[in-house]
Nanobody, 123 residues
Framework: VQLQASGGGLVQAGGSLRLSCSGR??????MGWFRQAPGKEREFVAG????????AYGDSVKGRFTISSGSTGSTAYLQMNSLKPEDTAVYYC???????????????????WGQGTQVTVSS
């Protein structure tokens, strides 16, 4: 399993960015986005089940971020709107094998990780 995250950058508060995570994943892998700000724990941002039917979001991004998957299920996107300075972090995509079509929110469950992409939101 190989994951590649892209799409990060510098944006003003209130702006939008779209992150992409692509690569070869397993057929029953949920995909997720996590983020880590300096001095903080890596936190769950959003996840999508292997079929795309189920999604989950961290409380701090609900209503602002949307996760989706590509037609083949090997790509995941994170549309980030109404960005805030506190969204500044390195964003990581990850994949987790699951027995059911559900989403895991714990980083320890994710076996495969891509490199991070920096998102910086200026005030």
């Amino acid at each position: 399993v190989q994951l590649q995250a892209s799409g990060g950058g510098l944006v003003q508060a209130g702006g939008s960015l779209r992150l992409s995570c692509s690569g070869r994943t397993c057929s029953h892998c949920a995909m997720g986005w996590f983020r880590q700000a300096p001095g903080k724990e890596r936190e769950f941002v959003a996840g999508i089940s292997w079929s795309g039917a189920n999604t989950a979001y961290g409380d701090s991004v609900k209503g602002r971020f949307t996760i989706s998957s590509g037609s083949t299920g090997s790509t995941a996107y994170l549309q980030m709107n109404s960005l805030k300075p506190e969204d500044t972090a390195v964003y990581y995509c990850a994949a987790e094998r699951r027995n059911t079509d559900s989403v895991g929110m714990l980083r320890y469950g994710y076996e495969y990780w891509g490199q991070g992409t920096q998102v910086t939101v200026s005030s």
